[in-house]
């Protein structure tokens, strides 16, 4: 469902007033309507906001780090403003020019840790390949890879980006289709509890929770034993 076909749905499963004629278009709504549009919103907001971790939230990056540069913003990254958060283990890390030959994968590292390893007497200003990636405290999240870089390298690896809201009528969830009717559930119990309608948040809650309970199965990594290492 898009946004449009999302409002009309939350219209009619909370049996509102004229929901058996739906709406043309998303846009200009005022009164009851642009309430239902806002909970759809807010709904889907719910939904991205759930986890850190979410498979459809995840995108993948490459860039080259500097010669003695330590620490990355997220815009020198390649990322920006769009995001959330990193996937700690990710990143790989090769030479430039060697078209991933000699690619290897890094290790995260906790910062309290890294900052004590990597940011502390002679590591200050010991220059080499970097074997492990933290993130600084703070916004926004950079990325600081230790040891310093004693040349450029290619560094891959993935991040989650942020919500993003409904704006035009033919927006669509990034999810799978069977799973749209969450953001309709969720929307019911925005609009049960403006109009003190109990029936309403009590369906509403109760199917939320079981859509969403199959949506982390589908949606989130299982743990898988690795491996051998010989």
């Not at 004629?21 to 907001?45: F, Y």
């Not at 290790?107 to 940011?119: E, G, S």
């Not at 199917?207 to 898988?224: A, C, W």
Request: charged residues 15%; aromatic residues 14%.
């Amino acid at each position: 469902m898009n946004y449009l076909q999302l409002i009309n749905r939350t219209r009619v499963e909370c049996g509102v007033s004229g929901a058996s004629t739906p709406l043309t278009t998303a846009q200009g709504l005022t009164g009851e309507a642009a309430r239902i549009a806002a909970w759809v919103n807010t709904a889907w907001n719910d939904i991205q906001t759930a986890r850190e971790d979410w498979q459809w939230m995840r995108l993948p990056v490459e860039f080259n780090l500097v010669t003695q540069q330590q620490v990355y913003t997220p815009a020198q990254a390649g990322v920006g403003a769009t995001l959330a958060n990193w996937k700690r283990d990710s990143f790989r890390c090769s030479s430039v020019g060697q078209n991933y030959q000699d690619e290897q994968l890094m290790n995260w590292m906790d910062y309290n840790v890294f900052r004590n390893l990597y940011q502390y007497g002679r590591m200050r200003t010991t220059y080499a390949r970097p074997v492990v990636v933290s993130i600084v405290p703070g916004v926004p999240k950079n990325l600081a890879f230790g040891a310093i870089p004693d040349q450029p390298y290619v560094i891959t690896g993935e991040y989650y980006y942020l919500p993003i809201e409904f704006a035009l009528d033919a927006d669509t969830p990034a999810f799978p289709d069977r799973f749209h009717m969450a953001i309709v559930y969720r929307a019911m119990m925005y609009y049960a509890g403006f109009e003190a309608a109990s029936e309403v948040y009590q369906r509403g809650e109760l199917e939320f929770k079981r859509l969403m309970n199959r949506l982390n199965i589908d949606q989130i990594t299982t743990p898988v034993s690795g491996p051998p290492l010989a």
